[in-house]
């Protein structure tokens, strides 16, 4: 079983742990929500910022917790799973219903839903939600010296 801090590993494969890689997403949904901001000259409001920041990262927890019941659905031991968010293929999940749950509660709250901004929002987070991902793996690959078996 592994700790809070850390992801589980299979076939001993070093991960990132657990809370650096939340912690990531996070950052990720917090620069894309600042860069938004500052590109429409909303400014710095705490709680303005927050009413734009939270469907999304509630998205990005709905995410995470799809990816985490369906590795340990598939998982063959009770306490052990294959939940690996620092992963493309976890990310990209994060990254769809990052999006989908973050546009469907800025629809119900009538805080803006435009085509324009549902493309501008799924391409800004699939690039700040994937590309760490992907800046993380090819660090670990260079410290290896080669490609890992996933």
């Not at 938004?36 to 009413?51: A, E, K, T, V």
């Not at 734009?52 to 990262?57: G, I, M, R």
């Not at 769809?96 to 085509?115: F, K, S």
């Amino acid at each position: 079983m592994s700790k809070i801090g850390s992801a589980p590993t299979s076939g001993g494969e070093s991960t990132l742990p657990l809370l650096a890689t939340a912690f990531a997403d996070i950052i990720a949904v917090t620069v894309f929500m600042a860069i938004g901001r500052m590109n429409h000259h909303h400014g710095f409001d705490p709680l303005s910022f927050l009413q734009s920041w939270w469907p999304f990262a509630v998205g990005a927890a709905a995410g995470w917790s799809i990816c985490y019941l369906y590795s340990h659905v598939r998982s063959s031991e009770m306490l052990r799973s294959d939940f690996h968010p620092e992963r493309m293929p976890t990310g990209i999940v994060v990254w769809i219903v990052t999006v989908a749950v973050g546009m469907m509660l800025r629809w119900i709250l009538h805080q803006g839903t435009e085509v324009s901004f549902i493309i501008v929002a799924t391409c800004a987070l699939g690039l700040f939600l994937l590309g760490w991902r992907l800046v993380a793996r090819l660090v670990r690959v260079r410290q290896r010296g080669a490609l890992p078996t996933t």
